[in-house]
């Protein structure tokens, strides 16, 4: 029953959209099938143009907000991926080895408001860090955030 009703749709959608295509005069006039079927392919190549002309605005607009971010905190220091922080010292060095038996060489860093950080990966060119911490992410936790030291 269920495929008689499936064939039943498929043959109303074809003939609907042959009518369709009828009522304009393209089914039976090659000249004008091959116009529709030209300005088909041209719609297609306009959309494929615009989403590339998009695409490149959001590239230039990320690598803008990447250099506007490395101006205002400067680029001494170092970047470092967080994926833990911890008041009390003995959680972060536990969690530490957790991500060094991972595969992460990741440190520990005391920060100003006495949280002890777990840093996963570091390192001074800020588009690497920005790379990494889309990895870390996926792998180890998406609440990972960036930490800039002097």
Sequence with gaps: MKKIAFLLIIITVATSSCEYLRKKGI???KKRMAEYIASLENAKKDDSLNYAAQLDRLKKDAQAKIDSVQKCCGTSGKYHIITGSFLNPVNAENYNKEMNK??????IIVASNGFNLVSAYNGDNYNEVINSLTNIRTAVNQESWLYLSN
């Design 27 to 29: 089914i039976g006039n």
């Design 102 to 107: 991972m595969g992460y060489h990741s440190s």
